[in-house]
């Protein structure tokens, strides 16, 4: 089969990887480069001004995969012998009354003596038994009970449901006042899974080390900084128009974009699709690597953590994620590197070393109502669709969604013809 697969980010790539051998894949990108919201800089990003050492990677990005939860992702990885080692992970939570509270590992890490853990564990009671409620409360749930449903009916204004709503923030990437409408079948099955016994890995080298993989092995076509005008569909295949540039016929195409894209490339759409898609949103954020530890000083804190959160003005909320510590640096080094989010305004300029946009889903009950038939739907009209969006919103729903279409497309393969083998 000719596949045509629109988007180089993760969902892209992986599908790229799982097809390219059996098929004739090309890959478009509109950017200029490869990754989509994967950004590690030195590798795909490169940085106008040197300030990294040539030896060190950084991401803008994802960074952390869980070992117990990211089953198809380890899997492509060790397929991929993408060398991955264990983090550190712990997180505190910042007052903007300049109180905290230190998360259990971090005390295990940070407060030396008996006495100091006591008081500092002492201070989680209530946070502990809002712990133990909310896992009682969705223990029983099953999928059809968050259906149709924002996350924000579970959230009491506790200190705890608003750490769930910081973490559920970094996840996505979405602004602390709208996670609230987040869809409860998205955000508790994910809040569930990392609450306890959580192990975290990392890529040695930078996340892009696997697309730098995938390519490694890759036989088909990359086209890099291409505008799709639009996609067509009919009984033949699907023709694809690109601007300054010359129609081209597939047997089929994969939309590894992110969902509120889909209907602005298709010049076709049925009614079907325009249902299962008009109600996805796009969601813009910042990332911001920098040097600044200032922020950390009305808190009187040395110690930092590999993700910690800050209470802000106004029902509004940032984080900082100390890289030395998840990229295996000195902790103790004069440069402390640090990936932010929503704390521009605490963080000198002069200090910033890049800033990144992602441009990801904004996730809604509106936006979510359909997936299972956007799943469901693959093949139809000989088009498939990959992203994070169809499981759980993070990188392991982008490697499951490509593991679909590719099971998808064997299955439909014998129809199509042209096969390779």
């Not at 905290?100 to 853990?117: D, H, N």
């Not at 006591?118 to 099953?142: A, C, G, N």
């Not at 601007?243 to 195409?253: G, M, P």
Request: net charge neutral.
């Amino acid at each position: 089969m000719k596949i045509a697969i629109i988007g180089g980010g993760a969902a892209g790539m992986a599908c790229a990887h799982y097809l390219g051998h059996d098929h004739q894949v090309t890959i478009f990108e509109k950017s200029p480069i490869l990754g989509g919201n994967i950004r590690t800089l030195g590798k795909n990003v490169k940085l106008k001004a040197h300030t990294l050492p040539s030896n060190l990677y950084i991401d803008n990005g994802v960074i952390e995969f869980d070992e117990k939860n990211f089953y198809a992702f380890h899997s492509l990885m060790r397929e991929l012998s993408v060398k991955m080692e264990c983090i550190p992970l712990n997180t505190a939570f910042f007052f903007r009354s300049g109180k905290y509270l230190l998360s259990p590992s971090r005390i295990f890490a940070s407060v030396p003596s008996f006495w100091g853990k006591l008081v500092e564990f002492s201070k989680l009671f209530f946070t502990m038994l809002d712990l133990q409620w909310f896992m009682l409360r969705t223990l029983f749930k099953r999928k059809k009970d968050y259906e149709n449903i924002p996350i924000g009916v579970f959230f009491k204004e506790h200190i705890f449901h608003w750490w769930l709503k910081m973490l559920l923030m970094y996840s996505y990437s979405i602004s602390y006042n709208k996670i609230d409408q987040v869809p409860a079948a998205l955000g508790v099955p994910m809040l569930r899974s990392c609450m306890a016994f959580t192990k975290w890995n990392r890529i040695v080298g930078g996340v892009y080390t696997y697309i730098e993989k995938i390519l490694e092995g890759f036989p088909g076509e990359i086209l890099t900084s291409v505008q799709i005008t639009s996609v067509t569909r009919n009984a033949a295949g699907v023709t694809i128009t690109i601007q300054d540039r010359e129609e081209e016929s597939f047997d089929a195409v994969v939309f590894a974009t992110p969902p509120h894209v889909v209907l602005e490339l298709l010049k076709d759409p049925n009614q079907e699709e325009k249902k299962r898609f008009e109600g996805w949103k796009e969601n813009i954020a910042h990332t911001v690597i920098h040097t600044d530890t200032s922020i950390y000083g009305p808190y009187g804190i040395k110690y930092l953590s590999a993700f910690d959160l800050f209470q802000k003005e106004k029902g509004d909320a940032g984080y900082n994620a100390f890289l030395n510590g998840l990229l295996g640096l000195d902790p103790d080094a004069i440069v402390k590197y640090n990936l932010s989010f929503n704390m521009e305004d605490r963080i000198d300029s002069k200090k910033i070393i890049h800033t990144q946009e992602h441009h990801t889903p904004l996730y809604t009950v509106e936006g979510l109502k359909h997936r299972d038939q956007i799943i469901a739907s693959n093949g139809e009209n000989h088009t498939f669709h990959a992203g994070a969006y169809l499981y759980d919103g993070l990188h392991e729903g982008a490697i499951r969604s490509a593991l679909a279409v590719k099971e998808k497309i064997a299955q439909l393969s014998s129809s199509y013809g042209n096969l390779k083998s």
